[in-house]
């Protein structure tokens, strides 16, 4: 490969930027107006031609020789190297026979969505396309691992999560405004350095700067100091995990015994105030949720307690909730009282105040909505009803037909034989990998695109080569950043490697399918065509609308920006007659009469402390946070520069307290052998006082490299903590992703240090 003359513009969930291929590495240039550019980009520079990489389509031995079904070798088996004309007439002549035999709805579409920042070239979208218009359908998943519980819970409360996260207080509000933000999980900015659709400018540090300098006081509730950046000279409560509700609840108390509780906010704005009132006094059921009852449950004083709720009266006041919290056991309650907080001090829809749920974790919140439109692919329509929430993955797999709670009905699971995965990698953001991997055994096929061998891929049937980002043309844009990149083809495909459109194409083309997928246009024709809603936008205003050859020859357009109005929560205090909320009594639901119909043990119809199950014990004594990798998104290009840069002896690095590791005899750089019941890793200690010493903290995505210990669960070399976290749901509302969280011991490593064998492809023969 040789070097491209100029550098090019193109884009990434962590950044948009220009680059060269030069040679077989890439050179990378953040957007100049970047004011904090995400390193991230340096994951690019060393990932074209990396032996990680899927150069020919490749099918799974065993199900070659012996044909679909369940495998226990799925997971453990060689590959077989197969070309294109080929391995696409068998996976079209399995579609059909998993179709004809057992209807569309025997199909999972699987697929996470981030692989890209482009429109078009959007995997999720691409493949739920591909199985709609070809196949009639696909049983799909709903809502997200980072907001499950949320997503569910906010709209019974206050209105969607996308009103409530993204079109509310803004980071100009804030820096303005804002006196107190009591920031419950934090506000990291290795989270809000990325964003879906891509992110041009990152200004989340340089607002909690000024506005700090101004004289807002943040406050971070977090077993982790690290999760409020130094700009923000914030003050931190080292709240024990999983105990944000009862610190929130016991702030709420002091505020309605003392009488400082907005009362007429409540009365005009609030729905069910006095059902939950019952609750926090006492009245139901004998327990005042007061300081000192608080106190020993999130290990913060009752007198530090009783000093915070006095000090926010009268303050424009900010309550933000990071979906961290809503990743664990019963994750809607935290989300809840946030919204409870924020009522009881009468802050709901002013200027920076309120409530602003998940502020601070992804570059999309705290930014205004620009004032035109993006397109999008087109999914078509799903002929199949079925649905799962998306961290139910495994037990749909190992448990077909059984029932399931989910936002009030009982549904049952689909019975999968097929999945169909482009764009993602479940044993990235899947917990208890060994249940993962047991259920994936149970299908019939399973098909998945990949750039790379990640454990996905090695547990597929069939793993077809596909081009990544910076192998293909593409839009860049989402609708809270004002640039639109035009993102051009920065080095050719490797090996084999084609556009999951292309791929689709052809197969609709042997199911006799190709018009509806494609509607007759190729890769160049489909970006112009969505490029023409915004370029209409653009022309409704009055404002320049360049063609699509004038803005590809551009390389990116600044979009205008809306008002920074304050949404529906703005509207909703200005005039709540007028614009009330989407609730069932168009206010703020303190409680819910919807929820509690439901009869949840596990969710009552009010926010409630409700222990987590699984907690520190004699065994496994320290909570284990897993949480999001600062050098990678999810686990994307972790064999690329910047992501190798930060691990140690190859593993990834956990941090855990000093006095943690001195009574363990671990020091700075020991391998050290996390474990639990579920299984065990291998990780790499740094030592670090600013945080709990009962708290060990390991992030998600080092690709999982498994090897089988004597007792026969996992033991990943690598450092993958899913090996380690429960797969169990938020609550039976939501059944949402409770992964944040787990329990562990800890241990030097004294064996022979096993090989990191995540980025070896496979063993594999030709046919």
């Known amino acids: 490969m040789t070097s491209s003359a100029a550098f090019l513009p193109h884009s990434s969930h962590w950044g948009v930027f220009t680059a060269r291929a030069e040679g077989d590495t890439v050179a990378v240039r953040p957007y100049p107006g970047d004011p904090d550019p995400n390193p991230i980009l340096d994951n690019f520079t060393n990932a074209l031609r990396h032996r990680a990489r899927v150069t020919t389509p490749m099918v799974r031995r065993g199900w070659l020789e012996r044909g679909p079904g369940p495998d226990a070798t799925r997971g453990s088996d060689d590959f077989v190297a197969m070309p294109w004309a080929e391995v696409l007439d068998r996976l079209a002549a399995e579609l059909q026979r998993v179709k004809d035999t057992y209807g569309s709805g025997a199909i999972f579409g699987g697929s996470y969505g981030w692989s890209s920042a482009g429109r078009f070239h959007h995997a999720q979208s691409q493949v739920h396309r591909f199985l709609n218009t070809a196949m009639g359908g696909y049983v799909r998943s709903v809502n997200s691992y980072s907001a499950g519980a949320s997503a569910v819970i906010l709209p019974h409360v206050l209105g969607s999560m996308e009103q409530v996260a993204r079109n509310n207080v803004t980071w100009e509000q804030i820096v ?52 409020m950046p130094d700009e923000a000279g914030f003050e931190w409560f ?76 009268g303050k424009r006041c900010l309550v933000v909730v990071a979906h961290s919290l809503q990743r664990a056991e019963h994750g809607e309650q935290p989300v809840w009282m946030g919204a409870v907080l924020a009522a009881a001090l009468g802050q709901l829809g002013l200027p920076g105040g309120g409530y602003n749920y998940a502020l601070g974790t992804l570059a999309h919140y705290g930014k205004r909505n620009n004032s035109v439109p993006a397109g999008a692919l087109p999914q078509g329509g799903n002929g199949i009803r079925e649905f799962i929430p998306v961290a139910r993955i495994t037990d749909m797999l190992l448990n077909p037909g059984q029932p399931f709670d989910y936002d009030g009905k009982r549904r049952n699971y689909p019975h999968i034989k097929m999945a169909y995965w482009a764009g993602g990698n479940p044993f990235h953001h899947h917990q208890d990998l060994a249940r993962l991997a047991e259920g994936f055994r149970t299908l019939d096929t399973f098909v998945v695109h990949e750039i790379a061998w990640t454990a996905t891929a090695r547990h597929a049937d069939i793993v077809l080569p596909c081009t990544m980002t910076l192998e293909r043309e593409d839009i860049g844009v989402t609708p809270t950043d004002p640039v639109m990149v035009a993102m051009h083809r920065i080095a050719e495909p490797n090996g084999l490697a084609r556009d999951d459109y292309d791929i689709f194409t052809d197969l609709a083309e042997r199911l006799g399918k ?4 494609t509607e007759g246009r190729d890769t160049r024709q489909w970006l112009a065509h969505l490029y023409e809603r915004t370029r209409q936008g653009l022309q409704d205003q009055g404002l320049e609308a360049p063609s699509f050859d004038e803005f590809w020859a551009r390389g990116n357009m600044d979009l205008p920006i809306g008002p920074d109005d304050g949404g529906m929560l703005r509207a909703f205090r200005q005039d709540p007659v007028a614009n009330p909320l989407p609730t069932p009594s168009g206010k703020a639901q303190i409680s819910s009469p919807t929820v509690a119909s439901f009869g949840y043990a596990d969710c009552p119809g009010h926010p409630a402390w409700l222990p987590a199950k699984e907690v520190p014990n004699s065994d496994y004594p320290l909570w284990l946070v897993a949480n999001q990798p600062a050098s990678r998104l999810h686990s994307q290009l972790d064999f690329g520069a910047h992501s190798q840069s930060t691990k140690r002896q190859q593993r990834e690095v956990c941090t855990l307290h000093p ?43 080092a690709w999982y490299d498994p090897v089988i210990q004597k007792d026969g669960k996992p033991l990943c070399v690598h450092g993958n903590p899913n090996v380690l976290t429960q797969d169990v749901g938020t609550s039976s509302l939501a059944q949402g992703c409770s992964g944040q969280l787990g329990i562990v011991q800890i241990e030097k490593f004294n064996g022979t240090l096993p090989p990191v064998r995540a980025f070896e492809p496979p063993a594999a023969q030709t046919v």
């Open 176 to 227: 303005e405004h804002s006196e107190v933000v009591l920031a419950f999980g934090g506000m990291a900015l290795k989270n809000s350095r990325v964003a879906s659709g891509g992110i041009s400018k990152h200004i989340e540090r340089s607002s909690m700067r000024d506005a700090a300098r101004r004289g807002c006081r943040f406050v971070s509730f977090s077993p982790l100091k690290s999760d």
């Open 238 to 313: 080292p709240v024990r995990p999983a105990t944000d509700t009862a610190l929130m609840l016991a702030l709420v108390h002091s505020l309605v015994r003392d009488g400082l509780h907005d009362r007429a906010f409540i009365d005009q704005y609030c729905d069910g105030w006095s059902t939950f009132e019952d609750y926090l006094m006492g009245r139901t059921d004998g327990v005042a949720k007061s300081a000192a009852w608080a106190a020993p449950i999130c290990d913060i004083s009752a007198e530090q307690i009783e000093a915070l709720a006095k000090s926010l009266p």
């Open 514 to 517: 190709r018009e509806a997928f």
């Open 659 to 701: 006095d943690a590791a001195a009574a363990r005899g671990i020091a700075e750089g020991d391998v050290v052998r996390l474990f639990n019941a579920r299984g065990a890793c291998l990780a790499s200690a740094v030592l670090s006082s600013d945080m709990r010493a009962d708290v060990v903290q390991l992030p998600t995505g």
